[in-house]
């Protein structure tokens, strides 16, 4: 039972690492691979530097998005199995207003991590039967001009989660099991950012860890003989895991007359945070269900967009990533076969007339292949080996922007 209930947990949590979160909530920042911080130029820099709010052209901004994302079948070369393949559809919203003096305010509406990952064959199923996961982020922020060249935002975030996780005996006589739960809480954003010159633009961007608090049911589905657990039983579990710091650093530089813009971002993710799970239940010795050691590390991704003005209607931006994993070798399980990453994207952007715009932008996210080893990683048992192999993710946003 500690097993099922720890690695369903892990599950859950596997949401908010480099496979599974989501950076690009926007037209600009699929088609740029996330380069996008210190040249936020629509009413997407509410979400992505709030500070830049102070430099948008005056009057209220308004941006819709709907990402749709496809995720491919991961393979476990050792037994030839497949995850099932999944498919999304994600809205985002952003709004900044006037300015009020030196004042401006914002807000976005998010989904920045989630999704699923199903396995139907044992043992991968063990752990990741069926996973699904949301996350939704209501972000209110503000920026204040300080000068005509320096400018600082922040905002408040309030986070919200809901999860169903299946897992399949494993194996027999051990029952199969469904946790469900949800949770929220609440973190801040700060943002910074420094035009020095004309054509440059410097940046930094910082989002807060929140420990988000997850209440749900386990029940045990077929119940559980051995132990004198009928079919349907529930029981009470709760657990907190970090949703990392991120820190972002940002260079933009415009040439070419104005019309080419490149940008350069450097983005930490402080995964080291996540040093332990520790799982706690209802009637259990001490209240602790399960105590264990995850020991993920801090990640790194590296980023950069270029941006070209066509003419004064179309826009083209292209993108390159590479986005490293936080999950070391030692706790890799099936629920989350992560790895690096290579990111590419494209996307353009067209002014119908003075107010409105719209684009479509995508991204390619390729997996590198990952082995593991036994017994150094017992959550691939039984095999001494697994080969995770044709991991991906393909992306397509499609956005309108008003401004009144």
């Known amino acids: 039972m500690k097993k099922i209930l720890s690695l369903s947990v892990v599950a859950a949590v596997a949401a908010f690492g480099a496979a599974y ?5 926007s037209l600009n920042s699929t088609a740029l691979a996330g380069a996008y911080v210190s040249h936020t130029t629509a009413a997407d820099a509410a979400y992505f530097n709030p500070a830049n709010m102070a430099f948008l052209p005056e009057g209220y901004a308004l941006e819709g998005n709907l990402m749709g994302i496809y995720l491919s079948a991961i393979k476990n070369d050792t037994d030839g199995h497949e995850s099932e393949t999944e498919d999304f559809l994600l809205p985002q919203l952003h709004f900044v207003t006037e300015s009020f003096g030196n004042f401006r305010f914002g807000l976005s509406l998010t989904e920045p991590g989630g999704l699923a990952k199903r396995w139907n064959d044992a043992p991968e199923s063990w752990s990741a039967k069926k996973f699904e996961l ?19 935002g922040a905002g408040v975030r309030y986070i919200y989660t809901e999860g169903e996780i299946r897992l399949a005996a494993s194996p027999k006589p051990s029952p199969d099991v469904k946790m469900e739960g949800d949770g929220s809480e609440w973190g801040y954003n700060l943002a910074l950012s420094y035009k020095p010159l004309p054509e440059l633009g410097l940046a930094a961007t910082y989002r807060s860890n929140i420990d988000l608090d997850e209440e749900g049911d386990l029940t045990f589905l077929n119940g559980f003989t051995a132990m004198g657990i009928p079919a349907g039983y529930k029981m009470d579990a709760e657990v907190t895991v970090p949703q990392p710091a991120t820190l972002s650093l ?5 040439f070419n007359g104005g019309d080419t813009t490149v940008e350069v971002v450097y983005e930490r993710v402080y995964w080291s945070e996540y040093e332990r799970l520790t799982i706690y239940a209802d009637g259990m010795p001490g209240g602790i269900y399960a105590d264990k050691p995850k020991n993920w590390d801090d990640s790194n991704t590296f980023r950069i967009g270029v941006t070209h003005r066509v003419n004064n209607d ?8 590479y986005d490293e994993s936080p999950i070391p070798d030692a706790t890799l399980g099936y629920e989350l076969p992560d790895s690096d990453a290579n990111v590419f994207s494209a996307g353009l952007r067209y002014r119908v007339n003075d107010r409105l715009e ?15 080893k036994m017994p150094e990683n017992t959550n691939i ?3 001494p080996s697994v080969e995770f192999t044709d991991s991906s993710a393909q992306l397509v946003s499609l956005g309108v922007g008003y401004r009144f």
Do not use: F, H
């Open 21 to 25: 979160k989501i950076p690009e909530q």
């Open 250 to 254: 940002a260079a933009d530089y415009t």
């Open 134 to 152: 949301k996350v939704i982020e209501v972000n209110p922020t503000v920026s204040y001009k300080i000068t005509d060249t320096l400018a600082i």
């Open 381 to 383: 048992y039984p095999y």
């Open 314 to 321: 179309l826009t083209v931006m292209l993108g390159y990533a």
């Open 358 to 372: 719209v684009g479509i932008a995508y991204l390619y996210d390729m997996k590198k292949d990952r082995t593991v």
